[in-house]
């Protein structure tokens, strides 16, 4: 089937690589009382502040002369986007119906907001005027949060790489106005866009049938990949199998696994100490060990203010993408507070304590819950707050604290960051030190960290992201549960405590569904398979942790909302999406781990703990 989809493209399409830029073709793959950085505060970004609701309610529905559409959504990443010269839509009804009345294929453009190349992307091509105009006269445009929709982002991403063979964000598909893509990528330049743009239009109007052709190919390719099988007996020999795997692919130099990008899938190292405790393997043992310590001591984990980055672009683990996602500080967490409990190796322990101090300082909302992530950018230019030139260390540091720390850190004079599209050196540097020294800070080093925060914190900072979401928020909430059971910190149980009963009382409906969002007051979005999963499981963790039975409680009766809602009866799991749920091309399975575990195989977990904790077999 992919063949046949791919012979399509070359009949009659421009072959893809003719619109991707080399260089550039780098898409991104698959405490409150501190510096505002919200969407409004143009001091820590380049955007113009948005309207005030006063001003919001003059607006009208099409955003007037200043604005588009987007002006009204609550995510983030749309608002980034509400400027555009570009008539965007949201995701909706309308947008869809108005392709239909005009007869015009949909540009349908899915990202978040913390993306690099989304940003450039924006810059480059959705911020000027001659793309605009060819988007505006050819297509119905729509906007997509994949934060907000994973299963639009999953459909459509699933389309992508049986179209290319890749994915990643900014995604890029051209569609039908009843939702069949016929032509699908990632980043392109404007350059690119200025041919593909008006190509695809007279695709539509000249060679409809054909792009009709690979629509229904897409489709049958879906449904098949979507056909799956039931599942048999779980036993030892898969958990061999699977350890045999992750061994072959294993990084024996730098850790982790794979070559460029890599990511920390730090769930997958938590499977290697259960392994270990299983069957008394070192190598597995010793395989987390390795990794967790190559990225705690690397340029992808922030030496200066903590937190883990979300991916290194180099098989060492130095230069990250440096966005924060609060997933990836859930995850890091679980894994060296569980490597910590198996090895107490106190430096396991401190990277839990640092990786939390940075979520509580930086992710924790006034209101008890934990915003998404940070951006990669701040003035337009990606990892500027993090990267330090030996000048800059010396005006702070003075000229014998900076020799030693850049000793130290591993400073280049000529700079250790490559400019990702030029690979050309930067002069700057990402802190980062070599595997042998991984004692603890000394007071010299204590002194001289916090004087390099202090400076940095006068910087501009990188947008937060501040939506809250429940399926993340769960994975955090997890992380301090845990953290507090195991280390017996009342601080952490009680950081728990406030996100749980926060997503309790404000991401739930009346009728006691989870609802997927919130932000500055208001809750919306219907909740996913992963939102149930990874909140039911940070309600288990924070009863083990606490030992009040309301949270045992909640968690029990969301699992059995969850199986009334998402399970797939004839063939077992969960699927994506509520049974009620807006009907896309598929109704999407998930059952792989990404970046992030998928929701079927932390609900299995989840339910075989709730069938001991609660007898209900």
């Not at 309610?57 to 749309?78: A, C, H, I, Q, W």
């Not at 119905?140 to 290319?164: F, L, N, W």
């Not at 990836?328 to 198996?342: G, P, R, S």
């Not at 288990?540 to 045992?552: G, M, Q």
Request: hydrophobic letters at 35%; charged letters at 25%.
């Amino acid at each position: 089937m992919r063949g046949e989809i791919h012979f399509y493209l070359l009949s009659f399409f421009f072959a893809l690589t003719s619109f991707a830029d080399p260089k550039k073709n780098s898409s991104e793959p698959l405490n409150p009382v501190k510096k505002a950085r919200s969407m409004n505060e143009s001091t820590k970004t380049k955007r113009a502040p948005l309207p005030t609701v006063a001003e919001m309610e003059k607006l009208p529905e099409d955003g007037g002369e200043e604005f588009n559409r987007l002006v009204f959504s609550s995510s983030p990443y749309l608002l980034q986007h509400a400027r555009n010269p570009i008539d965007w839509y949201p995701w909706g009804e309308d947008a869809f119906e108005k392709a239909q009345k005009l007869n015009r294929p949909i540009f349908l453009s899915i990202g978040y907001t913390t993306c690099h190349w989304c940003h450039v992307m924006e810059h480059e091509s959705f911020e000027d005027s001659e793309v605009a105009d060819l988007l505006n006269r050819n297509y119905v445009c729509i906007k997509v949060d994949r934060e907000e929709r994973p299963d639009v982002d999953h459909v459509y991403m699933s389309v992508t790489q049986m179209m290319t063979g890749r994915g990643g964000w900014p995604m890029t598909v051209i569609m039908s106005p009843d939702k069949v893509p016929f032509f699908a990528g990632t980043y392109f330049p404007k350059s690119s866009m200025l041919q593909l743009l008006p190509h695809f239009a007279r695709v539509w109007k000249e060679q409809r049938n054909k792009a009709k052709e690979v629509g229904q190919a897409i489709i049958k390719s879906l449904a098949e990949m979507q056909e799956g099988h039931s599942g048999g007996d779980l036993n030892a020999s898969h958990l061999d199998a699977c350890f045999q795997s992750l061994r072959k692919d294993y990084d024996k130099r730098f850790g982790g696994y794979g070559t460029q990008p890599k990511f920390p899938t730090c769930h997958t190292l938590s499977f290697l100490l259960r392994y270990h405790q299983r069957t008394g393997n070192s190598d597995a043992l010793e395989m987390t060990k390795h990794t967790l310590k190559n990225i705690r001591l690397g340029g992808i984990y922030d030496q200066v203010g903590y937190g883990i980055h979300r991916y290194s672009t180099d098989k060492s683990w130095l230069v990250p993408h440096f966005e924060k996602m609060l997933y990836d500080q859930a995850l890091f967490t679980i894994a060296n507070l569980e490597c910590y409990l198996v090895t107490k190796d106190e430096f396991y322990l401190r990277s839990c304590h640092n990786t939390l101090e940075y979520v509580t300082r930086e992710l924790m909302s006034e209101q008890g819950g934990f915003y998404s992530a940070e951006d990669a950018d701040s003035e337009g230019e990606e990892g500027k707050f993090y990267l330090w030139t030996t000048a800059e260390l010396i005006s702070v540091l003075g000229k014998e604290d900076a020799a030693y720390y850049g000793t130290k850190f591993q400073f280049d004079p000529k700079g250790n960051y490559h400019d990702e599209a030029t690979q050309e050196l930067t002069g700057k540097n990402i802190p980062h030190l070599p595997i042998d020294l991984i004692n603890g800070e000394s007071k010299r080093d204590q002194q001289i960290r916090k004087k390099l925060f202090a400076a940095r914190e006068k910087r501009s900072h990188p947008q937060l992201d501040d939506k809250i979401l429940t399926d993340w928020n769960g994975l955090m909430i997890s992380a301090f549960a845990r953290c507090a059971r195991c280390l017996n910190d009342p601080s952490y149980l009680k950081a728990a405590k406030r996100a749980a009963d926060f997503c309790l009382s404000n991401l739930r409906t009346n009728e006691g569904r989870l609802l997927k969002r919130w932000r500055r007051g208001n809750a919306g979005l219907p909740a996913h398979l992963e939102d149930y999963a990874f909140f039911i499981q940070g309600l288990i963790d924070l009863y083990e942790a606490s030992l009040e039975s309301k949270y045992l409680k909640h968690a029990d009766d969301l699992a059995k909302l969850a199986i009334r809602l998402f399970e797939d009866e004839e063939k077992g799991g969960f699927y994506l999406t509520a049974d009620d749920g807006e009907k896309l091309l598929v109704r999407p399975k998930e059952i792989y781990d990404g970046a992030i575990p998928s929701g079927n195989s932390v609900m299995a977990l989840n339910l075989a703990r709730l069938s001991k904790m609660t007898g209900n077999s």
